[in-house]
């Protein structure tokens, strides 16, 4: 089974804190995608990769970043975290030339 | 350019009753249609997909068919159990470029004993 981990479900931070959240794929894809989803609001991509070092923007990359330094492990951060960016965070990873996204659990993240 | 609208929700049924939850898009071209599921919880899962006109994806009971005429994919289940209670969200890809979905808001399903 694929398997899609991310490395916390709860979290709380601060207006202002730089904000790690990690997610790991374990069955070599290629792809990898940050959402946040939001009551009302659906799923919104962040950013995407399709390679190792490769990034795309998605539809609100604003006030994020990632990095993808190895195949399997995506990273999503927020740089200055603020209260509009309280969200349910999902990672999702995608064989290159299939259809299926396999998502994580997701991260619920709290900013005060 | 490409958009997917669903039925807004919450949707509440009693057990063994009838589900449509309507599904309609735009896209260029002959895009790929999926329905996802999110139990309580979870991350989204893949429930179904249709790759071409005509097509009918199906799983777990839940059925959808892709409908270019007119433009649909509407997802329906005969008789549903407290067990389907969960987010549903449709979703298509165009062709190219599947590495990128294009999501509607999602309908959330409450089935009742």
């Known amino acids: 089974d694929v398997k899609v981990t991310q490395s916390s479900r709860y979290l709380v931070k601060r207006t202002g804190e730089k904000v790690f959240l990690e997610c790991v794929q374990d069955?070599?894809?290629?792809?990898m995608f940050w959402y946040r989803q939001d009551p009302g609001l659906g799923l919104r991509l962040i950013y995407f990769?399709?390679?190792?070092?490769?990034?795309e923007k998605g539809d609100i990359p604003e006030g994020y970043s990632v990095s993808r330094e190895k195949k399997e492990r995506f990273s999503l951060i927020l740089e200055s975290a603020s209260t509009n960016q309280t969200s349910m965070y999902l990672c999702?990873?995608?064989?290159?030339?299939?259809?299926?996204?396999?998502f994580g659990p997701g991260t619920r993240l709290t900013v005060t | 350019g490409n958009s997917v609208t669903q039925m807004e929700g919450p949707v509440t049924l009693s057990e063994e009753a009838f589900l449509t939850i309507n599904c309609t898009y735009t896209?260029?071209?002959?895009?790929?249609l999926f329905w996802y599921v999110q139990y309580p919880g979870e991350g989204l899962q893949l429930l179904l997909k249709a790759t071409k006109a005509d097509d009918k994806g199906s799983n777990k009971g839940f059925e959808a068919t892709y409908r270019k005429e007119t433009t649909s994919f509407h997802l329906e289940k005969g008789s549903v159990q407290v067990s389907d209670s969960a987010v549903y969200f449709c979703a298509l890809t165009n062709a190219g470029n599947n590495r990128k979905l294009i999501w509607g808001l999602g309908t959330s399903l409450a089935v009742n004993p």
């Open positions: 896209a260029t071209g002959y895009p790929s």
């Open positions: 069955m070599d894809h290629e792809n």
């Open positions: 990769s399709y390679d190792v070092k490769m990034k």
């Open positions: 999702a990873s995608l064989r290159q030339g299939t259809y299926e996204q396999y």
